[in-house]
């Protein structure tokens, strides 16, 4: 595998796309996955006003490395980071609102202020699973996520990282939508 496009085949799809099928629901059938196809994925991917613009910006950075994920397939990997980078961000953010003095940094402690708060309900991010099974809540899979991608874990399934995004995105809006 060539590691940088030859210039000018820079804004040529990624092919490693060309594998991905998209079913369009709208016309019953399935065909060729297309940017425009990412770019209504992240365009309903909005923080709320009330999130300061810092966090806004910092948030729609992961929504264009997913975009341009499209021409360099590993930005996937990047968009997700960004987006628990931009949590966390989020987090501290608003915990010094609550503690000025506060220098905690860590991204589970971080979650766990935010539920002792009550900024974030825990039972609000539950995994829908099947009866029986052990029971998922997306702080942990956040966390999980994170540090894996963080200590240089390849994550190449741009479905999950539009996933883990939104479930992002859903936290950041909560944050700042409770008093």
């Known amino acids: 595998?060539?590691?940088?496009k030859p210039l000018a085949h820079i804004l040529e799809p990624d092919a490693r796309f060309g594998n991905l099928r998209?079913?369009?629901?709208?016309?019953?059938?399935i065909r060729?996955?297309?940017?425009?196809?990412?770019?209504?994925?992240?365009?309903?991917?909005?923080?709320?006003?009330?999130?300061?613009?810092?966090?806004?910006?910092?948030f729609n950075a992961a929504r264009y490395a997913?975009?341009?994920?499209?021409?360099?397939?590993d930005l996937a990997t990047v968009a997700e980071l960004q987006s628990y980078t931009t949590l966390e961000m989020a987090l501290r953010y608003k915990l010094k609102l609550a503690q000025p003095q506060s220098k905690q940094s860590k991204l589970t402690p971080l979650l766990n202020t935010a539920i002792?708060?009550?900024?974030?309900?825990?039972?609000?991010f539950d995994v829908p699973g099947v009866p029986g099974s052990k029971p998922l809540n997306y702080f942990d899979v956040v966390v999980k996520?994170?540090?894996?991608?963080?200590?240089?874990?390849?994550?190449?399934?741009?479905?999950?990282?539009?996933?883990?995004?939104?479930?992002c995105r859903?936290?950041?809006?909560?944050?700042?939508?409770?008093?």
Do not use: C
């Open 1 to 4: 595998m060539q590691m940088l």
């Open 22 to 29: 998209y079913h369009d629901q709208g016309v019953g059938h």
């Open 32 to 58: 060729e996955l297309r940017i425009e196809d990412l770019y209504n994925d992240i365009a309903s991917l909005e923080l709320v006003v009330s999130v300061p613009l810092e966090i806004r910006q910092h």
């Open 66 to 73: 997913y975009l341009y994920s499209w021409f360099a397939y």
């Open 116 to 124: 002792k708060y009550k900024w974030l309900e825990r039972n609000e």
């Open 145 to 167: 996520q994170r540090n894996k991608l963080t200590h240089g874990a390849l994550h190449l399934d741009p479905q999950f990282t539009l996933l883990m995004m939104n479930v």
């Open 170 to 179: 859903r936290m950041i809006n909560a944050l700042f939508q409770k008093s």
